[in-house]
């Protein structure tokens, strides 16, 4: 996978975007190398707006559409409804998506968020049916925990390629607990995913890191004023002292894990995502990961 491939740009922002900015933060995107661009059916007010103002702005050209990889999620109701994981809904909402789109193939198609409902033989039949159709080319899933998956499973024959989860400095339990297992007393020694992480690393599942440069759930930026000011201080010393900027030192710490993550900016601006691309380029060493994961707030036992 190639630096620029470990990085994608995420579609839910651009929906107040004008056709012509659309299109200038795609171009810009392209010319730093990305070609992973994430929708949902969800983003834009829950009825594919986000998928439409893209497919509209860019009308793009069969060669144009098989030189990038398009992904869409679904299975949550908009309007606050809950989830819905039954063959006719995912079937449906993912045909809407391609319409919305412009495109006559998904290359991946992620469930959203786990649906407490789920039938995993309902899921199995519409991932059969849009696979068998050639409208789908792959299936992931977001935010799902290994347990979750291994329920899909039980019906699902396609691989489960893709769990996009939050991640970063500013959300790092993924990879915090592990550090302090079984620390009794410890708050982030608390099991929250069932050993996600190793279990990706296990199965060869590539997990996808979205508002990687978010605090907490959607607390704030890491980079904002009043946030994490110890973990700013660093970032900014290692970014001086590497030439580059803290947006490509906090990405290049989720690229250095060995799991080989991809990191979904939210960015609607053409100049975080060069510098996001710069960091996925940088190795940090083993030192700088761990003050930087220190200086996050979290404990190095």
Partial sequence: MSDAARIGLGMMRIETLSPDEIRELYAGAREAGVTLFDHADIYGGGEHGCERRFGEALRLTPAEREEIVLQSKCGIRPGKHGFDFSAEYIVRRAEESL??????YLDVLMLHRPDTLVEPEEVASAFDQLERAGKVRAFGVSNHT???????KTSVTQPIEVNQVQFGLGHAALVAQGIAANMEGLKQSAD?????LEYARINGITLEA???FQRGFFSGSIFEQGGLRDLQTVLGRIAAERGTTPTAIATAWITRHPARMRVVLGTTKVHRV???VAGAQIVLTRAEWYELFV???????
């Fill in 99 to 104: 319409e919305a789109l412009g495109t006559e």
């Fill in 146 to 152: 290994s347990r979750q998956i291994e329920l899909l």
């Fill in 192 to 196: 929250r995913d069932g050993g996600l």
């Fill in 210 to 212: 979205w508002s990687p």
């Fill in 274 to 276: 060069a510098e996001a």
């Fill in 295 to 301: 200086s996050a707030g979290y404990e190095v036992p």
